[in-house]
């Protein structure tokens, strides 16, 4: 069975700080991919990026990066320099890496980001 | 492309009642699932499909029924509505083998809020 953490339920930040969202997975799988979405107040969910489990190098976009440790079953994301548009809820999730369930995204609770300016 | 599209956007039904929420999609895609997203619990998979004719259950299937009779279109029925299925329903699409865009990404439409009471 697959499992999804984000023990973050809501984080408050005040524009321009920089705030991570923490996310830990268990699976037994052992080749994976993890995912976080971006789900703003309009309600449509936003790929922001995945990350297979063999490729444990950090990743940075713009104002965004990850941070991956399998020791720790971690794929934490930061967010530098926050404005007012990161507000939204954020999720992260894990599928196996192939076969039928590599289709089948098993999500955490979300951790809702107030930006506040 | 029009994407992965879903209709309707909002409905509200009376415990008892039946209705079909619709997901299309036009990208080839192989895959398509259905998630339900309810406050403080994430996303969680209803049923899915790896291609024409076959489909199978998710997570937290009662109470839904799908059928996949084309590769566009993937319907989820509500045969007899339920308080409990109140929440905002999510369509999501990947390609597999000879769809449009990245293999192991899911591609999710716009959702349907559906209020049962």
């Known amino acids: 069975a697959q499992k999804v953490t984000q023990a973050q339920t809501e984080i408050s930040v005040v524009e321009k700080e920089d705030v991570t969202l923490d996310c830990v997975y268990e699976?037994?799988?052992?080749?994976?991919?993890l995912f976080w979405y971006k789900q703003p107040p309009s309600g449509e969910l936003v790929f922001l990026i995945r990350?297979?489990?063999?490729?444990?190098q950090n990743e940075i976009s713009g104002r965004y990066s990850w941070n991956f440790q399998k020791s720790t079953s971690s794929f934490n994301f930061t967010i530098t320099a926050s404005q007012v548009v990161d507000s939204a809820v954020y999720f992260c999730?894990?599928?196996?890496?192939?076969?039928?369930?590599?289709?089948?995204?098993?999500f955490g609770k979300g951790t809702k980001l107030s930006v506040i300016p | 492309n029009a994407g992965v599209t879903q209709t309707p956007k909002f409905q509200v039904l009376k415990t008892g009642q039946s209705m079909t929420l619709q997901c299309a999609q036009d990208?080839?895609?192989?895959?398509m699932s259905w998630y339900r997203q309810d406050p403080g619990m994430g996303l969680r998979l209803i049923h899915y499909s790896v291609g024409a004719g076959i489909t199978d259950q998710g997570e937290v299937p009662n109470g839904y029924n799908v059928s996949r009779s084309t590769t566009e279109d993937f319907p989820l029925r509500l045969l007899s509505a339920a308080p409990s299925q109140t929440s905002v329903y999510f369509c999501?699409?990947?390609?597999?083998?000879?769809?449009?865009?990245?293999?192991?990404?899911?591609?999710f439409g716009p959702g349907t809020r559906l209020t049962v009471t």
């Open positions: 990208m080839n895609h192989e895959y």
């Open positions: 699976t037994r799988d052992t080749t994976y991919y």
């Open positions: 999501a699409s990947s390609p597999g083998l000879a769809g449009e865009g990245r293999r192991d990404e899911q591609y």
């Open positions: 999730a894990l599928t196996p890496y192939s076969g039928a369930g590599s289709y089948q995204l098993t």
């Open positions: 990350r297979n489990s063999f490729d444990e």
